[in-house]
């Protein structure tokens, strides 16, 4: 086992890793985007959403079955060759760059638009990238624990975010149940399914796991928590805001908070956001060090004294590709294609490559 | 050693940068609005101007309280005006050496003229607009214009604007005064719904609350008196407490009187049949007895109970009846929030007709149905 960057994480670290990867900033504009497509049963599309991530886990962790000591590189060299194989690293690695410009740009929209108002949005950007870089040379336990420690916080803040409000809830919003159709919630599954993106990690952590037979059953409560939190937080943006007003609304999560009256605590999106700042590095920081790796794994060099470097230049690309759209919502729009090269990666990948390896059968392990 | 002088640049970066290089701001030279009056321009109402109404400017009042310990004047109002709100806070920078932050602003007052011509959906898109700007906001209406109404002096308080939060921060709390957000304003508007807010008087030299204004969507159509603001919110359903008196006539004679404490809550059942649809509404009131005025007592009169919660239940089932009436013929427009149960059941019907003329063609049930939890220490 070449593939690690000095050590292994645990089943329990990869729910905290997929999670943290998942939970991202997109929370904030799900009730929009999902209630878009499926009206009032947004919420029963978020969880039926769930079911593209869950595909992708699957596959990926049978084909990690097939080829357990194998690292995303190795595996993708053995089954299709130096060159395609290397192609299609660097499309992941190319994706993984794209997929966190948009989540480290949309965080600092929020951060701008409700905290730093004059700030430009190029050094919050920095600021994001370079704390992001830093952690990531402290290498993959770190990474872990510190995805366990914010997963916790996480927690606490979205269950605020869903329990505060629900004084405010009225239950006729949310009715009559799947009046939109089969049609609506297909569409709104579809679209939530885009939002789940981060599960895709597992195609270069799924080595790093120590214990491979508890890949799956970690994947699948690492989605049952992603699928709560999002469908908790459309169900009480529906309850609370109605769909009308949550179609005006950029981030509906985040007005969501601004809705109650709380003696004391009259201003709750900002402790919201206070915390949320620190935790919305986690998708980027797991990203570029899934990519990091993929990277030094493909060059074939020492992972431990390169891996920093690696960090450095994809925080950079991010830091470009972040600074590229004009305003939020052209980096929106490029959010729509992040959904679909999700598919790509998240589906097409595991799909293509179990194909691979069904078609040259034993070969495989022999040249792996 | 590299990592070290890694983690003193990240640091140092941050404390430069986040700590305010660009976002500094003094906090002695901030204007904070402790309330806001929105008016139709003076000259706007004139007739002889021919304004369109897209052309009519706005008159923005604000109370901003004198941080300084230097100044003796706690306050100062000010009025601008402008095209829009957000364009009438534009003049203050002429006159005004502060920087305004209309985020921390509890009270908005809307002039009954603005929010009865142009309406104020419109009006409310700056404050919703800005990241600022909380959705807990009161606000309110004035008889006449809202500047009035911060003008009135007053002495019991350190300005109107503490008077005003403090009357209606959640004041279904304290009486049957509703009390509405921006929050609330802006769900309101949705299909099937309608705002209601608390209507505010000069009554000699103080303010009062002198019923509620009723909306159709963002504009103001009707006026609730204080009889009938407490019906309107039994109807809709705002749980409240308050006061309310009763009279018991025993053939033609007065029996009993005395006042209950109670608070409301409503349940609406709806149904139809073809294009006929019936709601049921049921007002549930619990409360205690607050006092009577004779010396029968409950110990030796069985019935004196029974005989207190019909009387309570007729009277408010009669006013209520009243009210949908008014609201069916008159205000044509479902203030007392009940389109959205049919809704519920038969939105993608409804959701395109349910703003124009339904509740004015549907039936409605009302029930009353009271309980005396208690009667007091006496018997």
Known sequence: ?368 | MAKKWLLVFIIVVQLISLSGCWDYKDIDKLDFPAAGAYDLHQASKTADTNQEEEEQTVDLTTIIPNISENVKEPFRIETTSGLTIGNAREPKVYSDPGTYSPGVSGVIIFGEDLAASTGLKNVVESLSRAPQTPKTQEFTIAEGRGESILRVPIKDYPSMADYIEGLLRQSHQRGFIPDATLHEFKTNIAPGKNPIMPLLTIKGEKVEVAGAAIFKKGRMIGKANLNETPILMMLRGIKSTGNIPFIIKKDGKMFDKGSVDIKNSRKVKVERNGDDFTFQITIILEGSLAEHQTDKLFTKNEDLRKMIEDQIAADVTEDSKKFIKKMQEEYQVDCIDISKYALAKWRKELKDKVDEDFIGDVNIKVEVKMKLNNVGELT
């Open chain 1, 1 to 368: 086992m070449q593939d690690k960057a000095g050590s292994l994480i645990s089943s329990k670290q990869l729910i905290f890793m997929i999670v943290g990867t998942q939970v991202a900033t997109e929370i904030f504009a799900l009730p929009r985007v999902v209630s878009a497509k499926a009206g009032e049963d947004a919420w029963i599309a978020v969880i039926l959403g769930a079911l593209v991530p869950f595909i992708s886990l699957f596959l990926i962790e049978r084909l990690g079955k097939r080829m357990p000591e194998m690292g995303f590189t190795q595996m993708t060299q053995a089954l299709f060759g130096k060159i395609i194989g290397s192609f299609l690293v660097v499309i992941f690695v190319a994706y993984a760059i794209f997929f966190e410009s948009i989540v480290v740009r949309i965080l600092a929209e929020v951060a701008r638009l409700y905290l730093l108002p004059k700030t430009p949005v190029a050094v919050i950007i920095f600021i994001f990238i370079f704390i992001t870089i830093y952690i990531g040379t402290k290498g993959l336990r770190v990474i872990a624990r510190l995805n366990e420690l914010l997963f916790y916080i996480i927690l606490l803040n979205l269950l605020l975010l869903i329990l505060i409000p629900l004084g405010m809830a009225d239950y006729t919003n949310i009715l009559p149940v799947g009046e939109v159709g089969l049609d609506g919630l297909v569409r709104g599954a579809l679209t939530t399914g885009f939002q789940y993106q981060g599960i895709e990690i597992l195609l270069v952590f799924y080595t790093l796991v120590t214990k491979k037979n508890e890949v799956l059953k970690a994947g699948t409560t690492a989605l049952a928590i992603t699928t709560l939190l999002y469908a908790g937080v459309v169900l009480v943006c529906e309850l609370v805001l109605g769909i009308t007003s949550i179609q005006k609304l950029i981030w509906p999560a985040l007005t969501l908070l601004k809705t109650p009256q709380i003696p004391v605590f009259e201003r709750l999106e900002f402790i919201f956001l206070f915390f949320w700042m620190g935790m919305g590095v986690r998708p980027l920081l797991n990203m570029s060090f899934a990519s990091s790796l993929s990277l030094s794994q493909l060059f074939k060099i020492d992972q431990k004294k390169y891996l920093p470097y690696f960090m450095i230049l994809i925080g950079l690309g991010m830091y470009i590709l972040a600074l590229l759209p004009h305003d939020i919502f052209v980096t929106y729009k490029l959010a729509d294609y992040a959904g679909y090269a999700f598919l790509v990666i998240g589906l097409g990948y595991p799909l293509l490559y179990h194909m691979m390896a069904f078609l040259r059968g034993k070969k495989v392990g022999e040249s792996g």
